[in-house]
């Protein structure tokens, strides 16, 4: 059985691209999927709402088992991916008409 963590690894992955641009709240860093949920401060607000619901800090290596512990841990988890996976698509969008 695949682990729980490999498959969540893999969808972040899946939204990590090697043309990532900077993100647009931290000079230097890439903007992929990973720094995103775990590091960027743009998304302390709903990172700490998150941190509240499953009791713990939001970290690569512990996230999958917290998202998996309780319902509402899951959905907590949904949320706050969901939140940030649109964020970053409405960013690509006004980036790519900015570029036209
Ligand atoms: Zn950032």
């Not at 931290?26 to 700490?48: H, I, K, S, T």
Request: net charge neutral; with cysteine.
């Amino acid at each position: 059985m695949p682990s729980v963590r490999g498959c969540f690894q893999a969808y972040l992955h899946r939204f990590k691209r090697d043309d990532s641009l900077e993100c647009p709240s931290c000079p230097g860093e890439r903007e992929d999927a990973e720094f995103v949920f775990f590091v960027c401060p743009r998304f302390n607000l709903q990172r700490d709402e998150l941190k509240t619901i499953l009791n713990q800090r939001i970290q690569p290596e512990t996230l999958a088992e917290a998202m998996l512990s309780t319902k509402a841990a899951w959905n907590a988890t949904s949320t706050f991916a969901t939140e940030i996976l649109t964020d970053l698509r409405s960013i690509e969008r006004r980036r790519a008409k900015d570029s036209n």
